[in-house]
């Protein structure tokens, strides 16, 4: 692909009735602070998205690109919606956070349940990265990918006998376990399968993060991990347990963390525990301490990574423990935009609309946690705009991307709803028979379609009708 495209004349359209255009609001105010889109069309002024982690997102030339491609290339080539990924942010994410604990044993497993993309998995495996799974499918995918099941961590509360086999048969580095009833059916399944099964328990350390109630996992009354005061006798019960190695403690309090407070508090916790555990000859070669560092979607301000890192560089000085670390959304939000079309603007009385052809069933984080996702035109005007609720074609009201943005819009114009890189595709459905969007890597100056779009047929090839 050409590194710059020479824009076509825009071909002239009568322009649908639209509201009145209100002074500039806070959105608005804060989209000319620091978003993509407050460059004048054919300006020389560059932005990058998530710049500070090696984002590969920039306005240039009153274009939106990704690394060297224009966004709009990718959307006459592939079509919308489309996810868009970059190679370089990806890459420099994780380099930067791995960089940042230079000096402290540690093993980076990737979340991968915030995207799976096999094209994503094989950025992370080449870098050396390890990966925390919460499935069999999920293991299926990082051996087709190309990673090492050896760098691998089994985590989730509800792991079946089969998955169980499977991991073990692939040598995992260790299951994440999570109450005493796996346990016991783990050490079943390992004496069956002749092995041994490497284990770390999930604590729950009873610590508040301070974020979301749907992705807060630390607090007591979660179903995730074990009870802090169960830990220390459950360690006990493993260390006679034939089909069981003791290899490690694992915590996990939540996502979208953007407090240092709550990570040491936990961290501090199981430390005692695994000091309490040494003390009865029960030694750990690693504590992992999950993932959850916040990003920035709308006001946040996340954790400088250099701060989270002296932190653990503090709590791990002289310690024999490696520290594993399970990143997730912190390495891959700002590292993928869905692009998407306008299809209809329908001004109305009390909220004026915007219809565009992706939906919930593409990106379901708004109307399931009334997450804030920015919106930019890919080919900004210098308009001062109209107030829009940008929606989709799916048949629930709850079908929204983004409420109450100001953007000067017209109907073909494209759209890029900004760090769609986690939990987005991986959560995207086929809700109303809609086939899910192709993903697209973009690699300096080259795209790879690295799953294309679905067709209607594939999504009732595994059904039948009732024989007549």
């Not at 255009?21 to 054919?42: F, I, M, N, Q």
């Not at 079943?188 to 301070?210: C, H, L, Q, Y």
């Not at 069981?244 to 501090?268: F, K, M, N, V, W």
Request: net charge positive; aromatic share 6%; charged share 25%.
């Amino acid at each position: 692909m050409p590194h710059r495209r020479r824009r076509r004349p825009r071909p002239s359209r009568r322009r649908p009735a639209t509201p009145s255009r209100p002074p500039p609001g806070p959105d608005e105010r804060r989209r000319a602070a620091g978003g993509c889109s407050s460059a004048p069309p054919g300006g020389r002024a560059r932005r990058r998205v998530g710049a500070e982690r090696g984002g590969g997102f920039e306005l240039r030339d009153g274009e939106l690109y990704a690394e060297g491609v224009p966004l709009a290339t990718i959307a006459e080539r592939y079509g919308t919606p489309c996810y868009v990924y970059s190679r370089a942010a990806l890459e420099g994410a994780w380099r930067s956070l791995d960089a940042a604990l230079a000096g402290v044993p540690h093993l980076l497993c990737y979340a991968m349940k915030a995207n799976a993309n096999l094209a994503v998995l094989d950025v992370f495996a080449r870098l050396g990265s390890g990966f925390d799974i919460v499935s069999g499918g999920e293991l299926a995918r990082v051996v087709a990918a190309g990673g090492d099941p050896g760098r691998t961590v089994f985590s989730g509360v509800g792991k079946s006998a089969a998955e169980m086999r499977q991991a073990l048969d692939a040598g995992i580095l260790c299951f994440n376990v999570e109450s005493a009833a796996e346990l016991e059916r783990l050490d079943a399944v390992a004496r069956e399968r002749g092995r041994v099964a490497p284990v770390s328990f999930r604590v729950n350390p009873d610590v508040d993060p301070k974020t979301h109630p749907y992705i807060s996992t630390g607090l007591k009354e979660s179903k995730f991990g074990i009870a802090y005061g169960d830990a220390l006798p459950l360690y006990r019960r493993a260390r006679a347990m034939p089909g069981i190695a003791i290899r490690g403690i694992d915590i996990h309090i939540g996502s979208q963390i953007t407090d240092l407070a709550p990570y040491r508090e936990a961290a501090r916790k199981v430390l005692d525990l695994v000091d309490r555990l040494a003390g009865e000859g029960i030694r750990l070669e690693h504590v992992d301490l999950g993932g959850g560092l916040g990003i920035r979607y709308r006001d946040e301000t996340p954790l400088p990574v250099d701060e989270y890192a002296a932190m653990l560089r503090g709590l791990f000085e002289g310690r024999a423990e490696k520290l594993v670390l399970e990143p997730g959304r912190w390495l891959v939000a700002d590292a993928g935009v869905l692009l998407t079309r306008v299809e209809y603007l329908k001004p109305g009385p009390a909220k004026h609309f915007a219809i565009v052809d992706a939906a919930m069933n593409d990106l379901l984080r708004p109307a399931l946690y009334d997450a804030w996702h920015g919106v930019d035109p890919v080919r900004p005007r210098a308009g001062p705009g109209s107030r829009w609720e940008i929606v989709g074609p799916v048949c629930e009201s709850a079908d929204f991307l983004a409420h109450d943005r100001v953007l000067d819009l017209e109907p073909g114009d494209l759209l890029a709803i900004r760090t769609a890189g986690a939990y987005a595709m991986a959560m995207s459905s086929n809700y109303n028979a809609r086939p899910r969007a192709a993903e697209v890597m973009v690699d300096g100056d080259r795209a790879h379609l690295v799953r294309r779009r679905e067709t209607a047929s594939e999504l009732h090839a595994a059904e039948s009708t009732l024989a007549r």
